[in-house]
């Protein structure tokens, strides 16, 4: 290598510009060897009045001169000012150019182009596209630099605004050869200036590696004394959108941040790691996962462990259950393109099916390869549980412990296995050689995940011996054991293995076996290959290690597709269902539906375990069913004169009306309803006795007309007579009849309407000899806020019933929120304003719905009556002041007949 000298002497003859005005020379740039070289002329009107050019230049050390090299380069368009600034590559092949005025992102937002020089046509192409500014009057392309290489640049934008009005900005790119045709990206987070009129990025200076820079503010400071900043070798940088994450229970797994980004100046991400962990407010049934977007160009995928980004690996990871961190590894292929997609495809989810309200924090750390590590960044989700409607069904047992299994009618498979059954258990002991699989299972009854089951049993792991198989995947965790539950649902992709194994110290560790959904072949086992820890099928996922608790009452709860190990009636493990249909060895349990197996069912592990009392709610809810209907309120009141409200249906086919008398919480009876009422155009709004006669009679509004009508019956449920309320003043189609009931106190019945845009809500009160005569009225006037966030809640709050819940002479209002399913009870008093109340956690599930409320129990305070959709289950809540203290399932009824109108 030869090192030049200055010395003074001119080299070649003067370089002039091409005509008056265009200040050639205003930008100059050098090759490393000198011989190639950069001159703008931003005030050139080549391509319009100063739209700008750049003309480069090669030195010839044989004849002594400078010729043109390439075409002139001009500016895109007129006032583009090309050529404001230029930089050359160490080698002369690669040109930056700034036009600060350019308007490709707004007026004079400003524009950098990068040129390549082709040596074998002796011509200049654009590499990659134009990089513009920012915003309006950024003025980007003000200063630029290139590393000696050329494929790291930085532009500097004076005007930015980032900081303050002209506070200026940097930002650097790193050009990309392995995306096609080559394409430069954003390195870095901008580096705006330190405060308001600063300029900062007037100049910048990259050093020749491009892992230093100095940027330039000449205005700094009130007194325009300047700075200039150098930064080093960047760490990665993380940057997070805003947006909010939410999870709801029983949800799709939450993206974390769609919009995320990772910007390094380093390109070598091989042994880095990326690192995502939920701080101190996370649970054993929190999940960090990664979405299985494909193997299309630009998505991420999953391949076991494997984690792929079109198709090509650039990683494998490990972790993300419960407390521990989701932990990914780079390979030599990950770049910051994939790293980025990766971390824009990060889900959070959860497992429980009592999920508190509140919120988690992710944290996220990046290393790359080069040892550089990023700040923590941090994203919040919120978390919303829904309140289930319980679980309520008679309770069969399968086996009481009093027998060996196969006599009550268990299918027994103890070949080479000891068999004693003593103390109301059944011991199997399999211990004689560990090849030995034995055990007991059933298949005869309904296992239905989405009505949701409860198997309870009693169990007790003795002894057991593991061979080295038992870790499948060599990462020092035991993957089968002497004892599992096995239970495969109606549908046999919805399944769950639960192995227990001794884990020492005089513990026992339960855990999922995982399944190979999320590999290519999901069939492929790791002890197929040894030593491959990417494959999953059979390997531990979730787990917990808990103190040995011998004879164990354990409870596994199945609802949808998750399920929920309880033991002594606490929660101790939880998670998604599996699907373990690929696997092909014999014996092949695994697709056969409605499977409930107790057994040592691995060659890997030998044992005894005792097996006591187990028994099943599945199925079926209630005896007392008449078919389904679709959940539209209901009509609750005391038609039989027990001081217990009873219920109201209406065929909606031929009109007929249905009562079921309620007694003690319960049906006692039901009977027909004399009088019918033709479907359209009316709909039931609900029942009281508004003519004092001592029977409830029927009210509704006409769709068409916006009458409000009351029927009149007789102590036989005849219709005795009609009258229309109000008949001068009916209320447009806007107001909405939200509830019937006695809401000052007069021991008459009122309604409550509601605006079905504003939520406005007002009260008629209602009297003369027939009820239905308007004597005055109040707009609710809410003095306390309980829960709805509001003088009027937002029209996501519906009014589910009315009742007096605090048995204080005024009828109270219902509100749920209709994605949250939260409950709050407003208790009013005799003029119309809310004076307190109450918020209960209510079923966010669409299915369920409230259809009103009443005294079922006696206690003199109204209870909630529910009804599932699609099941057609009807379910009442017991309440005493904010609190649920009872609860019983009465029975369906069929939505293409009836319907409870409230």
């Known amino acids: 290598m030869t090192t030049a000298v200055v010395t003074g002497s001119q080299l070649g003859s003067d370089l002039n510009g091409e005509a008056t005005g265009e200040q050639f020379g205003h930008s100059v740039s050098l090759s490393g060897d000198g011989n190639t070289l950069a001159v703008g002329a931003p005030y050139n009107d080549g391509n319009g009045s100063g739209s700008g050019q750049v003309q480069l230049y090669r030195y010839d050390i044989n004849t002594g001169s400078w010729s043109q090299l390439g075409s002139d380069l001009v500016g895109e368009a007129p006032e583009d000012n090309s050529g404001w600034s230029v930089s050359l590559s160490g080698d002369g092949n690669t040109l930056a150019v700034g036009a600060p005025n350019n308007d490709g992102n707004g007026s004079n937002s400003g524009q950098v182009r990068l040129y390549g020089y082709d040596t074998n046509s002796g011509s200049w192409s654009q590499l990659g596209s134009d990089l513009d500014g920012e915003a309006p009057g950024d003025s980007s392309g003000w200063s630029v630099s290139l590393s000696e290489d050329g494929n790291t640049l930085a532009v500097g934008a004076p005007n930015n605004d980032g900081s303050g009005n002209n506070s200026g900005q940097v930002r650097l790119y790193r050009y990309d050869t392995n995306s096609g045709s080559g394409s430069w990206s954003q390195l870095i987070r901008d580096l705006d200036g330190e405060a308001a009129g600063d300029g900062s990025g007037y100049s910048v200076s990259l050093s020749g590696d491009g892992t230093a820079l100095a940027i330039g503010a000449p205005n700094n400071n009130a007194s325009d004394t300047g700075q200039v900043r150098v930064y080093g070798n960047a760490n990665p940088v993380l940057s997070l959108s805003g947006l909010v994450s939410a999870y709801r229970e029983n949800g799709e797994p939450a993206r974390l941040d769609a919009m995320a980004t990772a910007t390094d100046d380093s390109t070598d991400f091989d042994t880095g790691a990326l690192t995502v962990r939920v701080s101190a407010d996370g649970t054993v049934d929190d999940r960090l996962s990664i979405q299985n977007q494909g193997t299309a160009a630009g998505q991420i995928s999953l391949d076991g462990r494997k984690v792929l980004y079109g198709g090509t690996r650039i990683g494998t990871y490990t972790g993300g259950i419960g407390t521990e961190s989701l932990v990914i590894r780079f390979n030599a292929n990950a770049n910051s393109t994939n790293v980025q997609a990766l971390i824009q495809n990060l889900n959070y989810s959860n497992v429980s099916e009592a999920l508190v309200n509140g919120s988690r924090t992710v944290e996220l750390i990046l290393t790359d390869g080069d040892g550089g590590t990023s700040s923590t960044v941090t994203k919040t989700v919120n978390v919303i549980g829904v309140n289930d409607a319980p679980l309520v069904g008679s309770r069969r047992v399968l086996y009481d412990g009093t027998s060996v299994p196969s006599t009550q009618g268990w299918l027994a498979v103890t070949p080479g296995a000891v068999e004693t059954t003593a103390g109301g258990v059944t011991t199997l002991d399999t211990r004689a050689a560990a090849v030995i699989q034995a055990g007991y299972s059933r298949t005869d009854i309904s296992l239905d995940a989405t009505d949701g089951l409860l198997l309870s049993f009693r169990a007790n792991v003795l002894s057991e011996t593991l061979e080295a198989a038992a870790d499948k995947d060599n990462d020092g965790k035991t993957d089968r054991a002497a004892f599992s539950l096995t239970l495969i649902t109606s549908e046999a992709e919805k399944a769950i293995e639960l192995g227990f194994t001794k884990a020492g110290g005089g513990n026992l560790r339960i855990f999922a076996q995982e399944d190979g959904t999320q590999q290519v072949n999901p069939g492929l086992e790791p002890d197929s290959a040894p030593a491959d820890n990417t494959r999953q099928f059979f390997t531990q996922a979730e787990g917990v290690t808990i103190a040995d608790p011998g004879l164990g009452n354990y409870d596994l709860y199945v609802k949808g597709d998750t399920y929920t190990l309880l033991l002594g009636g606490s929660t101790i493990l939880s998670g998604k269902l599996r699907n373990y249909t690929a696997f092909t060895g014999a014996p092949d349990p695994y697709e056969t539906p409605n499977l409930i197996a107790f057994s040592d069912n691995t060659p890997s592990a030998s044992g005894s375990f005792s097996l006591g ?290």
């Open 613 to 902: 009392t187990v028994s099943l709610i599945s199925g079926g809810i209630s005896d007392q069913t008449i078919g389904l209907f679709d959940v539209d309120g209901g009509v609750v009141s005391d038609f039989d004169g027990d001081r217990t409200s009873d219920i109201l249906w209406r065929n909606q086919i031929n009109g007929s009306i249905l009562i079921w008398k309620m007694q003690n919480n319960g049906f006692a009876d039901s009977s027909g309803f004399a009088a019918t009422i033709p479907d359209a155009p009316w709909t039931m709004a609900g029942t009281a006795d508004f003519d004092h006669d001592g029977n409830l009679d029927l009210i509704g509004r006409n769709r068409e007309t916006s009458a409000t009508q009351i029927w009149l019956l007789d102590n036989n449920q005849q219709l005795k007579g009609e009258v229309e309320v109000a008949p001068n003043n009916r209320p447009g189609q806007e107001w909405q009849i939200a509830g019937i009931d006695d809401f000052n106190g007069d021991d008459q019945a009122d309604i409550l309407w509601r605006h079905q845009t504003s939520g406005q809500l007002v009260q008629w009160y209602l009297g003369g000899a027939q009820g239905g005569e308007f004597i005055g009225g109040a707009i609710v006037n809410n003095l306390v806020d309980i829960g709805t966030n509001g003088v009027y809640p937002d029209l996501g709050w519906q009014i589910e019933a009315t009742g007096d819940f605090n048995d204080d002479g005024a009828a109270d209002i219902v509100w749920r929120h209709q994605q949250s399913g939260q409950i709050s009870i407003w208790q009013m008093n005799e003029r119309a304003a809310v004076m307190g109340g109450y918020v209960l956690d209510g079923s966010s599930d669409p299915n369920w719905g409230i259809l009103g409320s009443g005294d079922y129990d006696g206690n003199g305070k109204s209870d909630l009556l529910w009804q599932h959709k699609t099941a057609g289950t009807v379910v009442i809540w017991s309440l005493d002041q904010g609190q649920i203290i009872g609860g019983n399932v009465l029975g369906n009824v069929d939505p293409t007949t009836w319907r409870s109108f409230v």
